[in-house]
């Protein structure tokens, strides 16, 4: 754990210097698409406490994998895992509809407690992590200057992985509101849909994240007429 030092100068002496620990790198965990998702971020004073809620990836989904990762890059892979564990017994429901509260606390001894909860039953599941990794000051300068050095490509990275989500995401809810509601569209309308969702279901199978925002709109503009 890294100390920042606070200084309060009166009048030409040093009354008092305060050292504050702070977290060396930011602490998260892996989301959709493999991407890191930052709960605390480096230099943090500790003690602190953050909390974030998340959803699941797919339809009736009783089950979620936290992995517990620190470092800057923007995806998960890239930087050191501290740890994982299993939110099992989550109640059957379309996917994106669950609240799986995921919460970081950081005690004054950099040990971080991770939890996840799920809101609709209570269930909660933890697991106890030191805040450095077992990382000396050397590798935390390395992984801060490796993020810095990568900050362009992984940013690219982390927008082809959302633009996926975000595409995903639209086909999975065109799709189900044509299974329900279908009949009821127009069949020249119902038939744009279906093309646009099989366009955008082609995309997805490259990286192309520009390819895959364009097709993303072309479906959207076609469920909404």
């Known amino acids: 754990?890294?100390?920042?030092?606070?200084?309060?100068?009166?009048?030409?002496?040093?009354?008092?210097?305060?050292?504050?620990?702070?977290?060396?790198?930011?602490?998260?965990?892996?989301?959709?698409?493999?991407?890191f998702t930052r709960i605390i971020d480096r230099n943090t004073t500790i003690p602190t406490k953050k909390s974030q809620v998340f959803s699941t990836a797919e339809e009736n989904q009783s089950a979620v994998t936290i992995r517990v990762f620190q470092g800057e890059r923007e995806m998960a892979a890239d930087n050191k895992m501290l740890g994982q564990f299993d939110l099992m017994g989550i109640p059957p429901a379309p996917r994106g509809m669950p609240q799986i509260e995921v919460t970081f606390d950081i005690d004054a001894n950099g040990i971080v407690n991770v939890s996840a909860k799920d809101k609709a039953t209570g269930k909660e599941q933890q697991i106890r992590i030191q805040a450095s990794g077992g990382l000396s000051e050397a590798d935390i300068e390395k992984m801060v200057k490796d993020a810095e050095a990568n900050a362009e490509a992984d940013k690219k990275r982390r927008e082809a992985v959302t633009?996926?989500?975000?595409?995903?995401?639209?086909?999975?809810?065109?799709?189900?509101?044509?299974?329900?509601?279908?009949?009821?569209?127009?069949?020249?309308?119902r038939r744009a849909i279906e093309d646009a969702v099989s366009d955008l279901k082609e995309a997805l199978k490259g990286d192309d994240a520009e390819a895959i925002k364009a097709k993303t709109q072309t479906l959207a503009q076609a469920s909404m007429k």
């Open 163 to 189: 633009a996926k989500n975000e595409a995903d995401g639209l086909v999975h809810s065109t799709e189900k509101a044509l299974a329900e509601h279908g009949s009821k569209v127009a069949e020249t309308e």
């Open 1 to 35: 754990i890294g100390a920042a030092i606070q200084a309060g100068v009166l009048q030409g002496d040093v009354k008092d210097v305060l050292l504050l620990d702070v977290t060396p790198l930011s602490l998260g965990i892996e989301t959709l698409g493999g991407v």
